[in-house]
């Protein structure tokens, strides 16, 4: 392994809003090998709680129509904005793919609900760590009513599940910008010796 490759990538994956994204298509197999990556993530007891429900084609369009109904049934009327439905009804009107990931929650009481999550976001690092290798833009929302239990219904899922996140997948002709650190690691690090 190449330690200056994988910094290389981490360093410079950043975010991409769907609207920057220019509607160039992704080939459904390389989200299918994006998707292996994902699915190489670390997990207690073997239990892999990792799901993906993926929106490509016609489907993109659908889902963002969907989503931006069950926000619009969902919200309070006092607190529905007509510009916050816009923006869910179009976030797939340049983008190749959406994917919907959630953690299905396993039968085993000794593996804690959190350990699941973690596992199932250390699984979209490794997709969207892949995607930036790939020039692949990329977008890890929760916005909208992603964590409302609307949308677990929507999707098929068991009360015990729970929605991680919406990935918007494309590429984009924009300049991403370059990230930077708020807080010096040296404040979040206690060595002991």
Same mark, same amino acid.
């Given at each position: 392994?190449?330690?200056?490759?994988? /910094?290389?990538?981490?360093?410079?994956?950043?975010?991409?809003?769907? #609207?920057? #994204?220019?509607?160039?298509?992704?080939?459904?197999?390389?989200?299918?090998?994006? !998707?292996?990556?994902?699915?190489?993530?670390?997990? *207690?007891?073997?239990? /892999?709680?990792?799901?993906?429900?993926?929106?490509?084609?016609?489907? =993109?369009?659908?889902?963002?129509?969907?989503?931006?109904?069950?926000?619009?049934?969902?919200?309070?009327?006092?607190?529905?904005?007509?510009?916050?439905?816009?923006?869910?009804?179009?976030?797939?009107?340049?983008?190749?793919?959406?994917?919907? =990931?959630?953690?299905?929650?396993?039968?085993?009481?000794?593996?804690?609900?959190? /350990?699941?999550?973690?596992? $199932?976001?250390?699984? $979209?690092?490794? !997709?969207? !760590?892949?995607?930036?290798?790939?020039?692949?833009?990329?977008?890890?929302?929760?916005?909208?009513?992603?964590? *409302?239990?609307?949308?677990?219904?929507?999707?098929? !899922?068991?009360?015990?599940?729970?929605?991680?996140?919406?990935?918007?997948?494309?590429?984009?002709?924009?300049?991403?910008?370059?990230?930077?650190?708020?807080?010096?690691? /040296?404040?979040?690090?206690?060595?002991?010796?």
């Amino acid at each position: 392994m190449n330690f200056e490759i994988i /910094e290389n990538i981490i360093k410079n994956r950043r975010s991409c809003k769907p #609207m920057l #994204m220019n509607g160039k298509k992704i080939d459904d197999a390389v989200i299918n090998d994006l !998707l292996k990556l994902a699915d190489w993530a670390p997990t *207690h007891a073997h239990t /892999e709680p990792w799901r993906f429900v993926v929106f490509a084609g016609n489907a =993109v369009q659908q889902f963002c129509k969907d989503h931006a109904d069950l926000y619009k049934t969902n919200v309070p009327a006092g607190k529905f904005e007509t510009a916050k439905y816009e923006k869910i009804l179009h976030n797939g009107d340049h983008c190749s793919h959406i994917i919907a =990931v959630y953690m299905k929650r396993g039968n085993n009481p000794k593996i804690t609900r959190v /350990e699941e999550i973690c596992a $199932v976001a250390a699984a $979209v690092q490794n !997709l969207l !760590l892949g995607a930036a290798s790939l020039n692949i833009a990329a977008l890890w929302s929760t916005g909208g009513i992603t964590f *409302h239990d609307a949308m677990k219904t929507f999707l098929g !899922l068991q009360a015990e599940d729970q929605m991680i996140g919406l990935i918007y997948l494309g590429y984009t002709d924009s300049d991403i910008k370059k990230g930077s650190r708020i807080i010096p690691l /040296e404040e979040k690090i206690v060595w002991k010796n």
